[in-house]
Structures are given as structure tokens and as C-alpha cells.
């Protein structure tokens, strides 16, 4: 199986996602692409046969603003990437899939952590170098523009493709507490990092792996954001699809990691 699936991000916009892999009751995993990217991005292009092999199914979805989604970029806002990952939920239970796993990477790993936060409908949660807290002021450096000068201009340009985004987003996430958030996540949860990542600090990851009471920070040396380096990114592959092989279709998901 293999269908793209249109469906309401809660606030009238149509996301473009694809469902691919077996039909319920087979495992679900639901995969959060980053800022700029979408849901072909490479990560993904890689998961998804690894964990159709091993009889998972697959829904990745491009957020507003994004891939084949509609919306415009520059009005992104976190809160309502939390709530788009919460449609997607619903859709696959639509579709009758009940044991449910979610995958989150940078930008998409925050919206997964809030959706994270409130839903009852997750099995696991996996996280790529996400971004834990305080999304406004990183995006801010990582633009090299201060919020006030965000405000002022009212936009800044971001990613490779220069997008506008709108101050609004700043003051979006500026309303989130996503350490308070992280608190009240109860699922078996992985978090992947690297130690040299200078988009995402590490440090988010280790207090977010503190907050949560049943999680395993896995550090890959030397990586960057993108895990670019030498078998970096296949290391991050493997502790991710692993991680998911072992809760998802194992009978007790909640053992200890």
C-alpha cells in the first residue's frame, strides 16, 4: 500500500501526506520532518522501507507551508505543527491503526514532543536531534537576527531557500513551555543527537532526557544537525528503526529501555 491522503490541519488548510506499508493492525509510525524540509527529505527516504521490512506501516506529511501541503510558510506557527501531528494521529486511527508510534526530527521533533504531551493515542516516541525549547530565540541566532529585529522587519529569511518567516512565529513559540510539556510525556522515549550539532544544542537533549521518565539519550560523537559525517547518519538510522523494531513489535511496549 502505498496512498497520498489529503486531511485538515485543524485550521481549514489541506496537508498532502502518504501512507505506505501494510493496513491495520499492523504498527503505525508516524513521521515530523524539520523547518524547510519535508516529507521526501532523506531521513525518511531511509526509515521508511527499513521499517516496512520489518511490518510497520508508515504516514509522513508535509507541514503547512511545505512539500505538497498548502499554506504558506512564512505563517508557520509551532502550535499549530502540534496540532497538525495530532490530525495525523486521527487520520491513521481512522484508517484503524492503533498501535501508534511517532518520529519527530528538529522542528518536527518540537511539534512531536507537545502532541506527545497531551495525546493518549502513542505508543513511542522517537526524536532526532529536536528541538526541546526556546525555538524563537535559536531561530533567531541561527538567522542572525535578534527577536527585536525580527519584529522590526517583521519577517526574517530562512533556510537554504531564504523562506520568509513571520515574526508571528516568534511570538508563537515564545507563548510554549516546552520543558514543561516534555514533563508530561509517558511513553518510551529515544532521543538521537549529536555532540556537535550548532543548530540544536545538545544540552536541550540531555535535560529533556532527564525530564522524562522512561528515555535513552543516544549521543553520536562528532555530529552535526544533519549527521553528515561518516557513518553518522546510518548510526542515527539504526538506533532509531532498532528502538522502533523493539517497542513496537515486541507484546509489553512498556518496559523499561
Known amino acids: 500500500m502505498n496512498d497520498t491522503l489529503f486531511f485538515d490541519n485543524g485550521f481549514g488548510i489541506k496537508l498532502c501526506g502518504i501512507l505506505s506499508g501494510p493496513k491495520a493492525p499492523a504498527p503505525m509510525v508516524i513521521l515530523t520532518h524539520g523547518l524547510a524540509s519535508k516529507k521526501e527529505c532523506s531521513t525518511f527516504r531511509a526509515l ?56 519527530g526530527s528538529s522542528f518536527g521533533g518540537a511539534a512531536s514532543i507537545l502532541a506527545a ?45 531564504m523562506k520568509r518567516l513571520n515574526y508571528s512565529f516568534y511570538e508563537d ?26 543548530v540544536v544544542p545538545l544540552e536541550q537533549s540531555k535535560k529533556t532526557a532527564s525530564l522524562i521518565s522512561n528515555c535513552k539519550l543516544e549521543i553520536i560523537k562528532g555530529a552535526g544537525h544533519d549527521f553528515s559525517g561518516t557513518g553518522q547518519f546510518e548510526r542515527m538510522i539504526e538506533l532509531i528503526t532498532n528502538f522502533l523494531v523493539k517497542k513496537l513489535m515486541c507484546t509489553n511496549q512498556n518496559t523499561q529501555i
Do not use: C
Not at 173 to 198: F, Q, R, S
Open 173 to 198: 513559540v515564545e507563548k510554549i513551555d516546552g520543558y514543561g510539556a516534555i514533563k508530561k510525556i509517558t511513553v518510551p522515549t529515544l532521543i538521537v543527537h549529536g555532540d556537535a550539532d550548532v
Open 48 to 103: 521508511v522501507p527499513l521499517l516496512e521490512k520489518k511490518g510497520m506501516a508508515t504516514f509522513r506529511f508535509d507541514f503547512l507551508g511545505h512539500g505538497e501541503s498548502e499554506g504558506k510558510f512564512e505563517e508557520l506557527k509551532l502550535s499549530e505543527a502540534e496540532e497538525e501531528v495530532l490530525q495525523a494521529i486521527k487520520l491513521v486511527k481512522s484508517k484503524g491503526y492503533t498501535k501508534i508510534g511517532l518520529v
Open 117 to 161: 504531551s497531551t495525546s493518549r493515542d502513542l505508543a513511542v516516541l522517537a526524536l532526532k536531534a529536536p528541538v526541546s525549547d526556546y525555538l524563537g530565540k535559536l531561530l533567531s541566532k541561527n538567522t542572525q537576527h535578534s527577536p527585536q529585529q525580527w519584529k522590526t522587519r517583521g519577517f526574517v529569511l530562512y533556510g537554504p531557500s
